[in-house]
Structure formats: C-alpha cells, structure tokens
T-cell receptor
Framework: ETGVTQSPTHLIKTRGQQVTLRCSSQSGHNTVSWYQQALGQGPQFIFQ???????GRGNFPPRFSGLQFPNYSSELNVNALELDDSALYLC????????????????FGPGTRLTVL | GENVEQHPSTLSVQEGDSAVIKCTYSDSASNYFPWYKQELGKRPQLIID?????GEKKDQRIAVTLNKTAKHFSLHITETQPEDSAVYFC????????????FGRGTSLIVHP
C-alpha cells in the first residue's frame, strides 16, 4: 500500500451543494494530482498542484478548484454539485521537479466515493 | 491533446494462459507509459511502466512493449493466476505543455481457475 491517504471514504451530497475532499501525500512527495473516475471508466485528470500552485489542468469547469498546503497535503473543492459529479475521486502524489510538471511515478490514494442525489 | 485507446475492454482467460492488452496513443511527444492494476473497490496500483527510450521491459510475469513508430504499447501477462483478475489501465503522458496524463478506458481481465 502507498502512503497516500484520502478522506472521507464516502460522501453523499445533494445537487447544488459544495464538497471538500482531502488528500495527504506520501512522505517526500511535493506534487498532488486529482482524478475523477466514473464507474467503468479510466481516471480523468482534473488538475495538479506543485509546491502549492496549480500546475496543469484537465478539461474540468472552474467549479472544480483546489489547494495545496505547505505540508503538500491537498484539497479538492467542488461547488454547485451536479448529478454527473458522482464518481470516485482519486488523488495521486509524486515527486515533482517543476520543469516537467510532476514526475512519472504516481502513487494513488484509496479514493473518496462521492454520490450526488 | 492526447487520446489513448485500449483494447479489449474485457479479456477472459484460463489460469496459466497468457494475456495481452493493447493501447494506442495519438501524441508522438508522449514519452512515459505506465500500467495500473485496479482491483474492485481499491486504488489503482502501478505494476509496470516504460519510457520512450526503451522498447521492452520485463518484471517477472509482466512485460510491456512499446512501438514508438506505430504509437502503441502492450501489456503481457504470462502464466496468469486468479489473483491477476482486475481492471488494467494504460496511460500516456504528453510532454507538450503541462503534464496531463491520459488513461485508457480499462480492460477487465478475468482469470478462470
């Protein structure tokens, strides 16, 4: 198992609400990436944080936002939840160099299962 | 952006047989290709990866091959065991601009005892 942890494990929200998901990166890792994994699909890249700055973003609307803290832990915030936001949200940590955003080997956390009713 | 196609979506084999999963990618700038195994309800775990300066890499029963000219890479599992049953994802990283890893849709491997 990796040293990446996520909380909470499961979450149920209703449409229009806001949610915050948390991720603690593996020791020594300074880069955190967030992914959305819908049922039966591969993970889709949301964004990546390197040294507290967003450093790469996938095709997700601005209501998906994040933070990275000085200890390299991270939060994913989703505003105005929609039914389609129901998914497993994964974070992955890695060691970044700042030039190429993130290095190659990412280690995933166990995920947060979000259900939007 | 990068586009990764993965086939087949489901693969059923008998224990001891070999399994091959294939992925194609579109961005010739991609230079890193990891494979992940995800068991039901668990996190994706990296099982093997390959970089564009290498054509083949092997780790015990698992191997990955890369054909940069054709832009495809494959995962080979030999002597399959029931515990190999899981969903396998390939991914490709483009070096153009920001690091945006793109995953395939996954292959559900079922190994029958």
């Amino acid at each position: 198992e990796t040293g990446v942890t996520q909380s909470p494990t499961h979450l149920i929200k209703t449409r229009g609400q806001q949610v915050t998901l948390r991720c603690s990166s593996q020791s020594g890792h300074n880069t955190v990436s967030w992914y959305q994994q819908a049922l039966g699909q591969g993970p889709q890249f949301i964004f990546q944080y390197y040294r507290e700055e967003e450093n790469g973003r996938g095709n997700f609307p601005p209501r998906f936002s994040g933070l990275q803290f000085p200890n390299y832990s991270s939060e994913l915030n989703v505003n105005a939840l929609e039914l389609d936001d129901s998914a497993l949200y994964l974070c992955a940590s890695s060691v970044g160099t700042g030039e190429l955003v993130g290095t190659d080997t990412q280690y995933f956390g166990p995920g947060t299962r979000l259900t939007v009713l | 952006g990068e586009n990764v196609e993965q086939h087949p979506s489901t693969l059923s084999v008998q224990e001891g047989d070999s399994a091959v999963i294939k992925c194609t990618y579109s961005d010739s700038a991609s230079n890193y290709f990891p494979w992940y195994k995800q068991e039901l309800g668990k996190r994706p775990q990296l099982i093997i990866d390959i970089r564009s300066n290498v054509g083949e890499k092997k780790d015990q029963r698992i191997a990955v091959t890369l054909n940069k000219t054709a832009k495809h890479f494959s995962l080979h599992i030999t002597e399959t065991q029931p515990e190999d049953s899981a969903v396998y994802f390939c991914a490709a990283r483009s070096t153009g601009g920001s690091y945006i890893p793109t995953f395939g849709r996954g292959t559900s491997l079922i190994v029958h005892p």
